[in-house]
């Protein structure tokens, strides 16, 4: 049974930073494109940040810079760093393991919620 389990954001001053991690049973990381989606309310999921399985990373224009996506083959966990944090960066983050280019379907986290607020 595959899972992927985020750890507990929480809320965070602007300025401030954060570390999410993904750790992943019943899948290896290091095989698939993960990446990291959040949504705020009344708004679509959105993608962050993605590493492919040959280490290649892409971030949305709106995190570049501020964040980082990396992954631990060893701990088969994803991290999801986040820097110079912003009140527009508060949403429900997730998790996701893209299987596409293995022709099976996606998994998802649970979500973790991530308010950057004074």
């Known amino acids: 049974q595959v899972q992927l389990v985020e750890s507990a954001g929480g809320l965070v001053q602007p300025g401030g930073s954060l570390r999410l991690s993904c750790a992943a049973s019943?899948?290896?990381?290091?095989?698939?494109?993960m990446g990291w989606y959040r949504q705020a309310p009344g708004k679509e999921r959105e993608l962050v940040a993605a590493?492919?399985?040959?280490?290649?990373?892409t971030y949305a224009d709106s995190v570049k810079g501020r964040f980082t996506i990396s992954r631990d083959n060893g701990k088969n966990t994803v991290y999801l760093q986040m820097n110079s944090l912003k009140a527009e960066d508060t949403a429900v983050y997730y998790c996701?393991?893209?299987?596409?280019?293995w022709g099976l379907g996606d998994y998802w986290g649970q979500g973790t919620q991530v308010t950057v607020s004074s």
């Open positions: 590493i492919t399985s040959g280490g290649s990373t």
């Open positions: 019943g899948l290896i990381v290091r095989i698939y494109r």
């Open positions: 996701n393991a893209d299987r596409k280019a």
